[in-house]
């Protein structure tokens, strides 16, 4: 089958770094994508990983290894407004997408 | 542009009745999936379609559930007969799917309740 795995639940303080890690398997891989999904609200999209390395938007960076199937997303200067569930998500071929369970991630001040 | 608009926002409906739920994409996007979000199973993609034709259907659950795109600006999602674990918040996303990994930009959900 195909499956990412992912933390359920992560805590960090105001202004700490924090690391969510996602490991997959899939019988396709094109890369992995991080959204963003607050309480009641719709996912938005972070960032995408189509090859090894890190990627960095702002505050946030996410990190792809292939050969190790297994990516994360690290947020830096935490806010409460990061309080929010992040979600791994692969291209599996065909822009076919498959989603992880999610992880919660409580920020406090 | 409005983005991804969806309606209706909530459906409260009876175990056996009819659900259409409907979708428009962002203007220009090719690509529209539907998923569907519970807390059991996580976020799920049903189907999604590229210029209109269905790609890939094989998360649709079961034969209840059906999906069209008549046209590239209007997309449903129909339940019938509905049951009481349809219940779910079903999303709708379009991309523009002209590159790898091309952003899905989500719709704000409907929230369906079937008693």
């Known amino acids: 089958g195909q499956s990412l795995e992912q933390p359920s639940e992560v805590t960090a303080v105001e202004g700490a770094i924090v690391q969510i890690n996602c490991t997959y398997q899939t019988s396709g891989f094109y890369g992995l994508s991080w959204y963003q999904q607050h309480d009641g609200g719709a996912p938005t999209f972070l960032s995408y990983n189509g090859l090894d390395g890190l990627e960095e938007t702002g505050r946030f960076s996410s990190f792809l290894s292939r050969s190790d199937s297994y990516g994360y997303l690290l947020l830096q200067e935490l806010q409460m407004k990061d309080s929010a569930s992040y979600f791994c998500a692969a291209d599996t071929g065909g822009f076919k997408t498959i989603f992880g369970a999610g992880t919660r991630l409580f920020v406090k001040a | 542009d409005a983005g991804v608009i969806q309606s209706p926002r909530h459906e409260v409906t009876e175990m056996g009745q009819e659900v259409t739920l409907r979708c428009k994409p962002i203007?220009?996007?090719?690509?529209l999936f539907w998923y569907r979000q519970t807390m059991m199973r996580g976020l799920e993609l049903l189907i999604y379609?590229?210029?209109?034709?269905?790609?890939?259907d094989s998360g649709m659950p079961e034969d209840r559930f059906s999906a069209k795109m008549p046209n590239a600006s209007f997309s449903t999602l129909k339940i019938q007969p509905s049951e009481p674990r349809d219940s779910a918040v079903y999303f709708c996303?379009?991309?523009?799917?002209?590159?790898?990994?091309?952003?899905?930009?989500f719709g704000p959900g409907t929230r369906l309740t079937v008693l």
């Open positions: 996303a379009s991309s523009p799917g002209t590159i790898r990994g091309d952003t899905q930009y």
């Open positions: 379609f590229n210029n209109n034709v269905p790609i890939d």
């Open positions: 203007s220009g996007h090719d690509y």
